[in-house]
């Protein structure tokens, strides 16, 4: 007899509402403390469309002119354009200042030079990790009774444009899904409370 695997529940992603997104914006944290840098790098993904963790982590001040931030994403390697809103503006303001153009706006990556794409990668996951530890804190800091990591701003994200009307495939085209079938499923499977 052939093995047949065991149907499972469909993941349920996790996400946060408009009201704990504003109280986590709220928080007084030091810019300068992995709790602010985190906080800052998460509620850019969730301003700028959901964008990636390693997106962000790699953004660099030459990807911001012209009120715009326009990056060539690093899993599908599109070009994505966002404006820069107030909201936006507000995290990049309390950012480092930079030296070079090139210099990367969030300073988890500030002098890291790397040997290789192995030594890159590896680095943006240790990274994502850090990130992710402080991205606990500060929910609790908001009162977040939730499982936080970086990859909720883009379920946050998707769920408040679905929310306010906007259509599957104009989110599929803001999170940089390449098939409708991803956004479709990942719409589905956010979770319903809240």
Not at 39 to 57: E, I, P
Not at 154 to 181: C, E, M, V
Request: aromatic share 8%; with cysteine; net charge positive.
């Amino acid at each position: 007899a052939r093995f047949k695997m065991p149907e499972s529940e469909p993941v349920k992603r996790s996400k946060l509402t408009a009201e704990e997104l504003e109280r986590m914006q709220a928080l007084t944290l030091d810019s300068k403390s992995w709790d602010g840098l985190s906080r800052d790098m998460y509620m850019l993904s969730f301003f700028a469309r959901g964008l990636r963790f390693g997106d962000v982590v790699r953004l660099r001040w030459s990807d911001i002119s012209e009120g715009r931030l326009t990056i060539k994403t690093g899993k599908t390697g599109e070009y994505l354009s966002a404006p820069i809103t107030h909201q936006i503006q507000m995290i990049l303001d309390r950012c480092e200042s930079a030296e070079e153009p090139n210099d990367f706006v969030f300073r988890a990556m500030k002098g890291i030079n790397f040997q290789s794409l192995e030594h890159e990668v590896a680095t943006v996951s240790s990274i994502n990790a850090r990130i992710n530890k402080s991205l606990k804190e500060v929910a609790k800091l908001a009162g977040i009774d939730k499982k936080v990591s970086f990859h909720t701003s883009r379920h946050s994200f998707a769920h408040a444009a679905y929310s306010s009307g906007i259509d599957n495939r104009t989110i599929q085209k803001a999170l940089n899904h390449s098939k409708p079938s991803i956004t479709d499923s990942y719409l589905s499977n956010l979770d319903d409370h809240n």
